[in-house]
């Protein structure tokens, strides 16, 4: 009897538990991150998905002339921002924003773009005195400079390679790290201005305005090349360009490359889809018309700003799903995706 009462116990206890009502699942997960951006007055902070400004600016510009900045370049905790208006490159600690040091570029000028052989050497480029300069970045100083073709804007280093855009003489320098010096120089098409390295590392990535941008010529169609780095010679090049009949009134304002072995540039006519390991055209995957573009790796996703300088649409890896478009509330010149 007592064995009867505790299985009918048993059973009603079990019925019970089948009753309730279920407890709440809570999930925690918050999909945040933010968006840095360039503007007059400083650096603003954008929190998306939802857009929002983050009041006043993380950085603040302390020059009596707008901030004028060419491009973010991030290289482990640091964030480089290469300003056209002023010879220094300022540097923020990633996470706080907080400023850690100006590079002083002194005479040499402006640089244009930045990047980072190993954890101790940077290479910058100085288009107004046509020089690379060497930066150690245990103390925020230029130790060296090397000359090379005209107008050196962009420049990747690919291991110990660093390619260097010549936009005044049609070529990439190639400096070697271990002894910085110009191992060689190859001819690409008319001023080559963004170059990065793939995916491997095993060649640059150069995009090149064409002729009629940089000078008074007839303007040609921009286009990408890839430059082997073991055989020292341009393999593949394409128009940039969605409509061949267009292509000389195109102009590629930016340059970024995936973990997906694709090359993406803005034009007047599309955003271009360019395969870094095949021989296909470039292929228009977005017919916007924006005027830059970036990477963020961290969350394999494209950024881009349109041309009225506030709409930023937020891609896929592939840029075939828009996930978020926000709108600025000040123009911005250039911008990169950080964390939350």
Known sequence: MMLR??????????????CSPEEPVINSFED??????AEDAGLGTYTMPDGSR?????????????????????????????RADAPEIVVLANDTLRERARIDCG?????????????????????????????????????????????????????NQIGVACS????????????????????????????????????????????????????????LSLVNLIRRMVTSTVDLTARASEGPQQN????????????????????????TRGRGRASAVQFEDYRSICYNPNRAELICVKQDKRTVDVYDEYAENRKTTTTATIDIQTLLGIAP
């Open 32 to 37: 945040r991150w933010r968006v840095l951006t």
């Open 107 to 159: 005479a040499l000028g402006a640089a244009q773009d930045i990047a980072f052989a190993n954890a101790t050497t940077a290479y910058a480029t100085h288009p107004s005195s046509n020089v690379v300069s060497i930066i150690d970045l245990t103390t925020y100083s230029i130790v060296r400079t090397i000359r090379v073709d005209s107008l050196p804007n962009g420049i990747a280093a690919a291991g």
């Open 252 to 275: 590629a304002s930016g340059l970024v490359v995936t973990a997906s072995d694709y090359a993406y540039v803005p034009v007047q006519n599309g955003l271009l889809q360019i395969s």
């Open 54 to 82: 983050v009041a006043g600016q993380a950085w603040r510009n302390d020059a009596s002339t707008p901030l004028n900045v060419t491009r973010f370049r991030t290289f482990r905790d640091e964030l480089f921002v290469l």
């Open 168 to 223: 005044g003489s049609g070529t990439i320098a190639i400096i070697d790290s271990r002894s910085n010096a110009v191992e060689t120089t190859i001819p690409v098409n008319h001023a080559p201005f963004f170059i990065e390295p793939d995916a491997a590392g095993e060649q640059f990535v150069v995009v090149s305005l064409g002729d009629g941008r940089l000078n008074g010529g007839t303007r040609t169609v921009p286009t």
């Open 5 to 18: 009462s505790a299985a009918l116990l048993t059973v009603f206890c079990l019925l019970l538990a089948a």
